[in-house]
């Protein structure tokens, strides 16, 4: 398919699927009410317990304590969570999302916690804003979806100013749920035609997904930044990879320190701190 086909794919996907967390409507709760955030909030911070010890791990991969005064920017800001972080911490937050939804989302939640940010629907693979204007980048699940992630990168790049940081989440090649999908999918799929790429896009959320392996990720960051540095992050799912009804009771029976170490070995995500310490010639 082409660029703008997969965009608008994207677009439409995500904007009517709420990343809430609540794909079974399992709350009943009205949405975009105070109630509502509280619980995807909840949901999102129980599936990131194993990334550290914190209480909310996303307040140190971000690095609040250091973001009061800085010039932020969220790419992908989905339900507004992380831009919420990043606004209490202190920092001049632009947040976008490639859905309305999400936009829409975002600022209610702005409204309702009395928070100040500029929330935007925008392309991050036209990002409208000049260069050296941000001091960190923030972006979590989302670059993978897009139908040129290199774009994004470079446009990354571009709004750092020197000296600044972006800490990106991408889908790992090397995490359980790709060897799921190649153990189930992939040696049937292989001879009806499928390829890998498909089926690994195919087994998650959204309409289309790349999967990195650390070291293309560490290849591609490394065109556009002077350092770069890669994490592996797990949930639960990638401890114990069975049914959610039957992972309790065998996830009690592992010490929560082991459940962390197997997720940093076989997790689902790579986290990345890339850090643009001078001018680049931009390819």
Same mark, same amino acid.
């Given at each position: 398919?082409?660029?703008? #086909? /997969? ?20 709350? =009943? ?7 509502? +955030? ?6 999102? %911070?129980?599936?990131?317990? @194993? ?15 250091? @973001? ?37 989302? !975002?600022?209610?939640?702005?409204? @309702? ?12 693979? $036209?990002? *409208? ?45 090397? =995490?359980?749920?790709?060897? /799921? ?10 001879? +009806? =035609?499928?390829?890998?790429?498909? %089926?690994?896009?195919?087994? !998650? ?16 960051? #490394? ?29 009690? %029976? ?6 962390? *170490? ?8 790579? +986290? $990345? ?11």
């Amino acid at each position: 398919m082409d660029r703008w #086909s /997969v965009q608008l794919g994207n677009k439409t996907w995500w904007t009517d699927h709420m990343m809430s967390y609540d794909w079974k409507k399992q709350s =009943g709760l009205a949405k975009f009410t105070l109630p509502w +955030f509280d619980d995807i909030d909840r949901r999102f %911070l129980e599936g990131a317990k @194993l990334f550290s010890t914190a209480d909310n791990p996303f307040q140190k991969l971000m690095g609040v304590d250091t @973001l009061k005064g800085k010039r932020v920017l969220e790419i992908g800001c989905g339900m507004g969570f992380h831009s919420e972080l990043m606004a209490r911490a202190g920092a001049q937050l632009a947040a976008i999302d490639l859905s309305p939804t999400s936009v829409e989302a !975002t600022r209610k939640r702005f409204e @309702l916690k009395g928070l100040q940010g500029d929330i935007r629907q925008m392309d991050a693979e $036209a990002m *409208e804003f000049p260069d050296d204007r941000f001091d960190l980048v923030w972006s979590w699940g989302v670059i993978h979806h897009s139908s040129r992630t290199g774009r994004i990168m470079r446009g990354i790049e571009r709004v750092l100013a020197p000296g600044g940081e972006a800490r990106i989440m991408v889908y790992n090649m090397g =995490g359980m749920p790709a060897y /799921v999908t190649i153990a189930t999918r992939y040696l049937l799929g292989f001879w +009806f =035609g499928k390829v890998l790429d498909e %089926l690994l896009w195919r087994s !998650t959320d959204g309409f289309s997904a790349r999967f990195y392996s650390a070291d293309l990720l560490q290849d591609q960051l #490394s065109t556009f930044f002077d350092e770069v540095e890669i994490t592996t992050l797990g949930q639960a799912a990638d401890v114990v990879p069975l049914p959610r009804i039957v992972r309790p009771p065998i996830l009690k %029976l592992i010490p929560l320190k082991k459940q962390r *170490e197997i997720a940093r070995a076989r997790g689902a995500y790579l +986290f $990345a701190v890339a850090k643009k310490t001078g001018s680049q010639n931009r390819p």
